[in-house]
Structure formats: C-alpha cells, structure tokens
T-cell receptor
Framework: AQSVTQPDIHITVSEGASLELRCNYS??????LFWYVQSPGQGLQLLLK??????LVQGIKGFEAEFKRSQSSFNLRKPSVHWSDAAEYFC???????????????FGKGTHLIIQP | GAGVSQSPSNKVTEKGKDVELRCDPI?????LYWYRQRLGQGLEFLIY????????KSGLPSDRFSAERTGESVSTLTIQRTQQEDSAVYLC?????????????????FGPGTRLTVL
C-alpha cells in the first residue's frame, strides 16, 4: 500500500522568504502526485500535480514542485511567500490508473505554514 | 459551472443517532470520493464511486457507515448509531475518470466539507 510522509508538522517563514515543504512517498510503481492547500474554513484547492513527463511541475499561486524518483520525494517550493500563503498544505499520492482499478488518494498529515511579518 | 457542493455544512448530533451527509459532484464527473478528516490529521479515504458502483468498500471504518450514489450525480454517506469518534470533517471530491491517461484524468476537486460533531 502507498504512504505519504510530510516530516514537518509546522513551518514558520518570514514574508518574502523562500519556502520548501517536504513530501516523501512510498509506492512501488509510478505514482500520481499532488499538492493541495487548505485555508481556514475553505475546502481543499489543488496547487499542482505530477502525472508523467517533466519532473518540475508549475502550479498556481507561484508554487512549483519537483518529482525525484531516486529520493521518492515531491517537495513543494515557492521563491517568495506572501502572508496569504498561510494555510495547511497536503501532499497526496494516487496509484497509476490501470483503467480497471479504483482508489482514492493517500494523503500526508499536512504541514501548517505560518508566515511571519 | 459550480464546484462540488456538500450539505449540511455543519451537523451536530447526539450519540446513537443516524446522520446523512450529501454530496453534489461537478456535472459530468464520473467518479466520486468520500474522505474523512479528523482534527489535526490528514484525509482518510473512505469510498469511491465510478458511476453508481462502489468497487471497493474496504475503506469504510465500520459497518455503521454506508454510501450510495444515484447515477452519476448525488451521493449520500450515512452513519448509523453515531459515536463520538465519528466527529470529523467529511469531504467529498469528484473527478473525470478516463480510460486513457490525460491531464484531465484523476484530478480530484473537493467540496467544502461537512463538519460532524457527535455529542
């Protein structure tokens, strides 16, 4: 079975500083990888996804993530954070769709991002 | 078009009562998913529908939980004889599930959730 680890429960970053949120996954084949953001009182919003191809993926709100198969990682980055980026961030993995299987995403426990003025 | 909607947004119930949670997926989305998010935790996958068929129900926490879906539209998650440990936010997501790999396939779009509190 697949699993996702987000090692950092909380991260505090100064506004304007760069950000990297870590995500490690465990899955035997090529995974689908996702980053979602959840703001207080809001639903989950998709930031970006990796299915195949270019390992550097661009998302919304200036975020990007890099898939590194050798490290089983899919870290999320942003060069300069804004106060509005304060939220909970979830990494998720989905299994390769075979056309016959059916399953949901496996989520990490999330990283709470705090932005200091 | 509208996103995924869920009702009610909040539900407070007494231990032992039954509750029904509703999800309206995005129009045209063939797949529908239910997740549970306990306080301070990530999302826990419960069940998946392709059309009105649920191929795998093993993610449901107990036999008190059941779900059904009408065609490719509304789904209801029912919890019978609620317990305090059922208190959580229940999230629904939908996606367009294609036989072929594509950028559209398998991206799940989430609703705002139903916050369930069992007293």
């Amino acid at each position: 079975a697949q699993s996702v680890t987000q090692p950092d429960i909380h991260i505090t970053v100064s506004e304007g500083a760069s950000l990297e949120l870590r995500c490690n996954y465990s899955y035997g084949a090529t995974p689908y990888l996702f980053w979602y953001v959840q703001s207080p009182g809001q639903g989950l919003q998709l930031l970006l996804k990796y299915f195949s191809g270019d390992t550097l993926v661009q998302g919304i709100k200036g975020f990007e993530a890099e898939f590194k198969r050798s490290q089983s990682s899919f870290n999320l980055r942003k060069p300069s954070v804004h106060w509005s980026d304060a939220a909970e961030y979830f990494c998720a993995v989905g299994t390769t769709y075979s056309g016959g299987g059916a399953d949901g995403l496996t989520f990490g426990k999330g990283t709470h991002l705090i932005i200091q003025p | 078009g509208a996103g995924v909607s869920q009702s009610p947004s909040n539900k407070v119930t007494e231990k032992g009562k039954d509750v029904e949670l509703r999800c309206d997926p995005i129009s045209g989305h063939t797949a529908l998913y239910w997740y549970r998010q306990r306080l301070g935790q990530g999302l826990e996958f419960l069940i998946y529908f392709q059309g009105n068929s649920a191929p795998d129900k093993s993610g449901l926490p107990s036999d008190r939980f059941s779900a059904e879906r009408t065609g490719e539209s509304v789904s209801t998650l029912t919890i019978q004889r609620t317990q305090q440990e059922d208190s959580a936010v229940y999230l629904c997501a939908s996606s367009f599930r294609s036989r072929y790999l594509s950028a559209r396939a398998d991206t799940q779009y989430f609703g705002p959730g139903t916050r369930l509190t069992v007293l």
